[in-house]
């Protein structure tokens, strides 16, 4: 893998709190993931990738005060050679097919991380 460290830790200093999302389902993720997922937040960091910026979620309906996120996605700059694949206690990682334009002109890649499960709170 050619991942660009810097790049991509640049790039989410630059990403502003109104920025985000400021739908239930985000707010929701935003102030959980990291303490939720510390093992994968420190993974994505050692990426450049801060956790609480995704550049996608998508959430389920909650359900028992519980709300799963089927798939989070986040930009990593630089590029992939293959698959990247890896299992964090019950999340998976790995190179998204499919996911929203980003506009970026960079070389970049997007990864999922999946499943992600938390409380729901809002």
């Given at each position: 893998?050619?991942?660009?460290?810097?790049?991509?830790?640049?790039?989410?200093t630059?990403?502003?709190?109104?920025?985000?999302?400021?739908?239930?389902?985000?707010?929701?993720?935003?102030?959980q993931?990291?303490?939720?997922?510390?093992?994968?937040?420190?993974?994505?960091?050692?990426?450049?990738?801060?956790?609480?910026?995704?550049?996608?979620?998508?959430?389920?309906?909650?359900?028992?005060?519980?709300?799963?996120?089927?798939?989070?996605?986040?930009?990593?700059?630089?590029?992939?050679?293959?698959?990247?694949?890896?299992?964090?206690?019950?999340?998976?990682?790995?190179v998204?097919?499919?996911?929203?334009?980003?506009?970026?002109?960079?070389?970049?890649?997007?990864?999922?991380?999946y499943?992600?499960?938390?409380?729901?709170?809002?």
């Open positions: 893998m050619g991942i660009n460290i810097e790049q991509t830790r640049q790039y989410y630059e990403i502003k709190t109104e920025d985000l999302c400021d739908c239930d389902y985000c707010k929701n993720f935003y102030l993931v990291k303490e939720a997922y510390p093992l994968v937040a420190d993974y994505l960091n050692a990426l450049g990738v801060d956790i609480e910026k995704p550049l996608e979620t998508s959430p389920l309906e909650p359900v028992n005060g519980m709300l799963e996120y089927c798939v989070c996605q986040y930009v990593v700059f630089g590029k992939t050679s293959g698959e990247l694949v890896k299992k964090i206690g019950n999340v998976e990682l790995g998204a097919t499919s996911y929203p334009r980003t506009n970026i002109q960079r070389e970049h890649f997007v990864i999922d991380i499943p992600i499960k938390l409380n729901w709170i809002m």
